[in-house]
């Protein structure tokens, strides 16, 4: 028994010493991007992404600490760090589930707040305020780095802004020197980008979600692995 305890004790604590790491390098990370002016202007970070780097600290603060408790209970043989440690674990599993189904449930609800966005953002295309002027700038290095124009129906997204050159080159100008036709046309006498930015959008969200989809899969793995282990070592210890 006190081997197969010994042996169960050091591999939780290897378990949670990589999950403290983990942690440390999330908390880290998020932290970096949230003070940093320079890190900011270098991944194109603005303020309406605070958020989602707000919640990576908060990830990355509870991660850190299960992992501490984690290890200290491991090593320590404590029956009262070893239950926290499968308490926080096991609430943490519990919301990634609830996450999964609600997701799954109000799938169409995603969709049709995407479609908003995408209308929303058609709009600024059109428009002549300081605000759109400033979003049909941004968004015409992102026609040209993803070879595609307007959001929903193409050139006609931008209205009369269409025949306006923006930063230099014309409106979805396509600039490839022997374009194909299944990514550049004829419209209104100049070849453009033929693709509604809005559909590599959409790819870009999808083939995503399979990677997020794949991460929550293997972490849920990994998360149980910790709750056996930890359980089964609490067991052992009550049980001396």
């Known amino acids: 028994m006190a081997g197969v305890s010994k042996c169960m004790k050091y591999s939780l604590f290897i378990f949670n010493f990589l999950f403290w790491v ?3 390098v999330i908390l880290g990370v998020s932290i970096w991007i949230r003070v940093s002016k320079d890190a900011q202007e270098g991944l194109n970070i603005d303020s309406s992404m605070f958020a989602s780097v707000d919640l990576l600290i908060a990830v990355g603060s509870i991660i850190m ?3 501490f408790l984690g290890c200290c209970g491991a090593i320590k043989e404590s029956p009262c760090m070893l239950l926290l440690f499968f308490i926080g674990l096991l609430l943490i599993l519990i919301l990634q589930i609830i996450g999964g189904i609600l997701g799954a449930v109000y799938r169409s609800q995603v969709d049709e707040s995407i479609n908003l966005i995408l209308k929303t953002s058609t709009d600024l295309l059109k428009g002549s305020t300081e605000r759109a002027k400033e979003y049909q700038e941004q968004f015409q290095k992102f026609q040209r780095e993803y070879q595609c124009c307007g959001l929903l129906n193409g050139p006609e997204d931008w209205g009369k802004n269409f025949n306006t050159p923006l930063g230099g080159t014309e409106i979805c100008e396509c600039e490839l020197k022997n374009p194909s036709s299944d990514i550049c046309t004829s419209y209104q006498g100049r070849y453009i980008y033929k693709t509604p930015c809005g559909e590599v959008l959409i790819k870009y969200i999808k083939d995503h ?26 067991c052992q210890i009550k049980k001396k």
């Open 209 to 234: 979600l399979l990677i997020i989809t794949g991460i929550a899969f293997g972490l849920a793995v990994i998360e149980i692995l910790g709750l056996a282990f930890s359980m089964s070592l609490y």
């Open 22 to 24: 983990c942690g440390c």
């Open 65 to 67: 600490v299960l992992g």
